[in-house]
């Protein structure tokens, strides 16, 4: 028997590019905080209110300032109609509203934290990636032991409210900056980029002897 962690796209095992190169890149400011927020293929759970919420807490938090308090991006999947009601919305802060993206992996590096639902594949990108993890929700069954593989190894955080996420969030990007790279530290080591890559190796082996 042998343990690798969970396989997935080799792209999660290059060193990721500059964070401020991807953020201009993909649309953002370079140098404002940046949250990720992600809802599966399908576009699944509240999104919209964590991301109307999260905004509206960024605002109040840099409303003194020359510059927002943070920035988002919400990848809402095949969601169309996701998609279209975040899309006409006035978001306070700089928001970045797409639909299924490829490259998935280059919003993640550009980001200092992910919130999302506790999809098995999500967190080990995140891990792969060094992102701290902000679970909203899961899929009882199937989800449910991912929260506490979370929370037992200090990589992320378990909160549904909406505006309760929303104030983690601010705390991340302001005075607790430092709990959030924290946990980014534990993500690194946490995280099996190269899991695929050993399994493949594994496999072969096995078919040469």
């Not at 919420?53 to 990848?75: C, E, N, S, Y």
């Not at 998935?104 to 098995?120: E, F, N, V, Y």
């Not at 701290?132 to 992320?156: A, C, D, F, M, R």
Request: neutral net charge.
């Amino acid at each position: 028997m042998r343990k690798h962690g969970l396989p997935i796209r080799p792209a999660f095992a290059r060193k990721p590019r500059p964070k401020a190169v991807l953020r201009h890149e993909l649309g953002w400011v370079p140098d404002v905080p940046a949250a990720l927020i992600v809802s599966g293929g399908e576009g699944m759970g509240p999104v919209g209110a964590i991301a109307r919420a999260v905004a509206a807490r960024l605002t109040a938090d840099g409303q003194d300032k020359r510059q927002p308090a943070g920035q988002l991006a919400v990848i809402c999947g095949r969601n169309q109609e996701l998609l279209g009601e975040l899309s006409a919305y006035p978001w306070p802060v700089p928001t970045l509203v797409k639909g299924f993206v490829e490259a998935i992996w280059d919003w993640m590096a550009a980001s200092d934290c992910i919130i999302t639902k506790a999809g098995p594949g999500t967190i080990a990108e995140a891990l792969a990636l060094g992102l701290p993890i902000l679970l909203s929700g899961y899929i009882p069954g199937q989800e449910t032991g991912n929260v506490p593989y979370v929370l037992k190894h200090g990589v992320g955080v378990y909160v549904e409210d909406p505006w309760q996420i929303a104030e983690v969030i601010g705390g991340w990007f302001g005075p607790q900056r430092a709990n959030m790279e924290l946990l980014a530290q534990k993500a690194r080591q946490l995280g099996r980029p190269e899991a695929t890559f050993e399994i493949v190796e594994n496999i072969a082996c096995l078919l040469d002897a």
